[in-house]
């Protein structure tokens, strides 16, 4: 089994900054892909962000220059920096990893259980 904890939602003004934290443990074996979705009321999922093993980044284009992803390999966290806060940023921010278990060496997704980011204005 693999669990992932998010930490760092909360409520923030326009043009602050949070920063998301998601740690992944459990059977491990290596992570692939880790990155950050978000889901606003009334609206689907949406790319936030993403990072490779290797460091390569992609990010939704709302999010561009603002938002910063980053990952400790070592630690098996994923964490994104969230800068100059709009309203629109409002939503429920979702850690995803594509990790390879131990037990069968296939690539298994993971979700983690949401943490609420609240930006006022």
């Given at each position: 089994?693999?669990?992932?904890?998010?930490?760092?939602?909360?409520?923030?003004?326009?043009?602050?900054?949070?920063?998301?934290?998601?740690?992944?443990?459990?059977?491990?074996?290596?992570?692939?892909?880790?990155?950050?979705?978000?889901?606003?009321?009334?609206?689907?999922?949406?790319?936030?962000?993403?990072?490779?093993?290797?460091?390569?980044?992609?990010?939704?284009?709302s999010?561009?220059?603002?938002?910063?992803?980053?990952?400790?390999?070592?630690?098996?966290?994923?964490?994104?920096?969230?800068?100059?806060l709009?309203?629109?940023?409002?939503?429920?921010?979702?850690?995803?990893?594509?990790?390879?278990?131990?037990?069968?060496?296939?690539?298994?997704?993971?979700?983690?259980?949401?943490?609420?980011?609240?930006?006022?204005?």
């Amino acid at each position: 089994q693999v669990q992932l904890v998010e930490s760092g939602g909360g409520l923030v003004q326009a043009g602050g900054s949070l920063r998301l934290s998601c740690a992944a443990s459990g059977s491990i074996f290596s992570i692939n892909a880790m990155g950050w979705y978000r889901q606003a009321p009334g609206n689907q999922r949406e790319l936030v962000a993403t990072i490779t093993k290797g460091g390569s980044t992609n990010y939704g284009d709302s999010v561009k220059g603002r938002f910063t992803i980053s990952r400790d390999n070592a630690k098996n966290t994923v964490y994104l920096q969230m800068n100059s806060l709009k309203p629109e940023d409002t939503a429920v921010y979702y850690c995803n990893v594509v990790v390879v278990t131990i037990a069968t060496r296939w690539d298994l997704e993971v979700w983690g259980q949401g943490t609420l980011v609240t930006v006022s204005s």
